[in-house]
């Protein structure tokens, strides 16, 4: 199975449940003992934590992982410690049981959040990475909307496309 849940939809009422997400590696920071990986996919952002406990193979991949690594982690969600309130999932974490490296990424150019570091001639020259940010993600969305709304209503006037 790809994926069970997705990296936006953890909450608290998922404690305990053991769950497999896919997405972009955002962010890592190694602490020694242990090492977490911030899981993105265009639902939002899940805290994955790999422990010095955790299985060998699990802290090999967790030691290899850069940005925007596609990853693939099966793990059980437990309350966090210190919460998270400007994350939707800041409640949660997921410990890996399982990681899994589907595809190893470079460095990309700019860093891929909310407000980029790349300039604009940068970011169109990589527009296919600029479009995995959240600020153009919600403009296709709301493109989206938009188009689908105004089929709806020109088709509810008998218009024919």
Known sequence: MYRTHTCG????????QTVTLAGWVQKV????????????????????VVEEHSPADVREAAARLGREFVVQVT??????SSKNPR???GDVEVTAGKLTILNEAQTPPFTIEEVSDGGDDLRMKYRYLDLRRAPLQRNMILRHKMAQE???FLDSEGFLE
């Open 150 to 152: 105004i089929r709806r």
């Open 29 to 48: 920071r190694n602490l020694g003992a242990m090492t977490f990986i911030d899981l993105r996919d265009r639902y939002g952002i899940t805290q994955i």
């Open 87 to 89: 994350m939707a999932t």
């Open 9 to 16: 939809c953890l909450r608290a009422e998922n404690v305990n």
């Open 75 to 80: 793990g059980r969600v437990l309350e966090r």
